[in-house]
């Protein structure tokens, strides 16, 4: 590809929008896990009695809010990849498309 259509391809506001929104969806979910891990993290710091309570006869609470924090990290990761997957590859996909095009 000519430099001349890649430096179209990265003035136009198509992808420009395309970037805004890959690096909103990844802030988000990133924070979204900063916060569910620190909040573990700082739980633990601060008040290790919460976590230490039986939930069972030899389970305590922590382990299933560590199992939790483990779980939502897949989950924020399998959202990522769904939304990858099928929003922004199709929009890639049409921006190489036009510029191959045009």
């Known amino acids: ?14 992808f420009k929008e395309l970037v805004s929104k890959r690096w909103s969806i990844s802030l988000i979910l990133t924070a979204i896990m900063l916060i569910v891990y620190f909040g573990f993290i700082l739980l633990l710091a601060f008040d290790k009695s919460i976590l230490a309570q039986k939930i069972g006869e030899h389970i305590t609470l ?21 939304w990858a997957n099928t929003t922004y590859d199709a929009e890639v996909r049409k921006i190489k498309d036009r510029a191959a095009g045009g």
């Open 62 to 82: 922590g382990i299933p809010v560590g199992l939790g924090v483990i779980v939502i990290a897949w989950l924020l990761t399998g959202v990522y990849v769904k």
């Open 1 to 14: 590809m000519k430099k001349e259509k890649i430096k179209a391809i990265i003035e136009s506001s198509e």
